[in-house]
């Protein structure tokens, strides 16, 4: 039996992309996964992720990773919601798969489970169970191992935007080096590069900003 887990690195940020990734693994190699350590990216360091990226790319029969820029994300929530976002970017992510998994694990961020589970459904032309769950990357092995992929390549390209752009920091609005950051762009010309996410609360509160503009 194939199974398959979905997880997202970078939905929270204001800078950067959001990276989406599977992983589909045979059944018995769940307990695999388990004893290599394999668990939700968010509670390892980022040396431990390094380490096991190359280990869960190897264990899975199949792997994919979509990334989702800045860019695409500011044109995408001209008209909907980041959930919504996220439902069709999981759907194009199964739908690219070669193999056919019986049972999917999407980590799900809607309040409501079932409506998640059922929109994603609805877009997925592949004849297997969606399962979405709140915690699904600590509860799964599969879908812990897809956290991983996702968070190692978002935290890649976050590294490659700091040698263009300078100290743009984690991307996270909490984040005082990205906040400075932002301001400092900003103030140069009232105007923001591709890689910051213009419909998220952070810019909105820049002095003088307007959505319209964007």
């Known amino acids: 039996m194939l199974i398959a887990g979905v997880d997202e690195a970078g939905r929270g940020p204001v800078i ?4 989406f990734a599977v992983v589909v693994i045979e059944e ?34 199949e792997h994919r990773i979509l990334q989702v820029e800045a860019k695409e994300l500011n044109q995408w929530m001209r008209g909907a919601s980041l959930n919504e976002v996220e439902v069709i970017k999981t759907a194009e992510l199964l739908n690219s798969l070669k193999t056919n998994p019986q ?28 399962i979405a769950e709140h915690h699904a990357d600590i509860k799964y092995p599969a879908t812990s191992a897809a956290s991983i992929l996702a968070k190692v390549v978002r935290d890649e390209e976050i590294e490659g ?25 900003w103030e140069k010309g009232h105007n923001l590069p591709d890689i910051v996410r213009r419909r998220w609360a952070t810019v909105e509160r820049l002095p003088q900003v307007k959505l319209t503009d964007y």
């Open 28 to 61: 018995e190699d769940e307990e695999r996964l388990k004893e290599l350590g394999v668990t939700d990216s968010k509670l390892m360091r980022p040396d431990e992720r390094e380490d096991l990226f190359e280990v869960v790319k190897d264990v899975a029969v």
């Open 161 to 185: 935007l700091k040698k263009t752009y300078g100290n743009i920091g984690s991307g996270y609005p909490g984040d005082e080096n990205t906040q400075e950051w932002l301001k400092r762009e």
């Open 16 to 19: 950067g992309p959001m990276v």
């Open 103 to 130: 049972v999917c694990y999407v980590d799900c961020p809607d309040v409501k489970p079932a409506r998640y589970r059922r929109n994603i459904q609805n877009l997925c032309r592949k004849e297997m169970e969606i």
